[in-house]
């Protein structure tokens, strides 16, 4: 892992949908451990930004960089293996399995290589048990050891969102990317969320969709504010609140 280059850099990256530009010449650097938040009003084009890292949607023009490589080019699933993760929300995550086939699942979808059939001929016991170790221990780390044997459709709403973060803790992600990850939540539910993300992705670098203001002011280290496809102002909490053309544009004056 190198440590002089920037955990994920975009160049002049443009996505246009017909005329429409969603996406305009964004320059955006994340470094390594940070925790940083994407807001903007609706129809910045924060998603679509998303859609870009993660290689969901193909770019118009510029580049994307993840750990000093071009991987504007990458699909998704080779972007993934790489170390970019992304949250689905609820889609991550299979209802009829139980607990321990999803994250065991996500675990073999990164590591396909690892676990060939071939190979699981020569050392089926190593293989397997590794697998099996590394499942259990995402299990406890997401504090659902205990219901692991459930179906997931069957688990209580809190449950459910600790699922989904041990389903993209499975990939073995550096940059996750949590698109409005308390949508539709209570202000309780949201808290817990958040204090779960926290607790659970430690060694992870956040890149956050978040709408609630109060939460991206109290956890963001840096923030990157979207306007019209542009990023309109970077920087700390308090460099964001205090920002005039964050005020007018965004905050309402
Ligand atoms: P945000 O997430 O900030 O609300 P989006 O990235 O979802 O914004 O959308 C930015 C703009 O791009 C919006 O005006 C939206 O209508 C447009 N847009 C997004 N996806 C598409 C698409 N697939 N085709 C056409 N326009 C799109």
Redesign the pocket.
């Known amino acids: 892992q190198r440590t002089d280059t920037p955990l994920l850099q975009t160049e002049n990256l443009v996505k246009r ?2 005329q ?1 530009t ?1 996406t305009d010449r964004v320059d955006l650097t994340i470094e390594r451990g940070e925790f940083r938040s994407v807001i ?10 998303f859609n870009l890292i993660t290689g969901a949607l193909p770019v118009t023009a510029g580049a994307i960089y993840f750990d000093g490589a071009d991987i504007t080019a990458l699909s998704p699933s080779a972007r993934v293996r790489r170390g970019i993760g992304r949250s689905f929300q609820i889609s991550n995550v299979f209802g009829g399995l139980t607990v321990r086939e999803n994250v065991r699942l996500a675990i073999q979808s990164v590591a396909r290589d690892e676990y060939t059939a071939v190979e699981s001929l020569f050392k089926p016991t190593d293989r397997y048990d590794e697998l099996n170790d590394r499942t259990e221990a995402i299990l406890d780390r997401i504090g659902l050891a205990h219901v692991a044997a459930e179906q997931a459709n069957a688990l209580a709403y809190g449950d459910k969102r600790r699922l989904e973060i041990g389903v993209v803790l499975a990939t073995d992600p550096e940059l996750v990317l949590f698109d409005e990850p308390t949508a539709g939540m209570s202000v309780e539910e949201t808290r817990e969320t958040i204090d779960l993300l926290e607790a659970v992705l430690v060694d992870q670098t956040l890149l956050l ?1 978040e709408h609630d203001i109060e939460l991206v002011m109290e956890l963001s280290d840096r923030i990157t504010v ?1 306007n019209g ?1 542009q990023i309109l102002a970077e920087g700390t909490p308090a460099e964001i609140a205090a920002n005039q053309d964050v005020q007018n544009a965004y905050l309402g004056g």
């Open positions: 949908f017909g429409f969603a903007g009003p609706n129809g910045a084009g924060k998603t679509t930004l969709i979207l496809g």
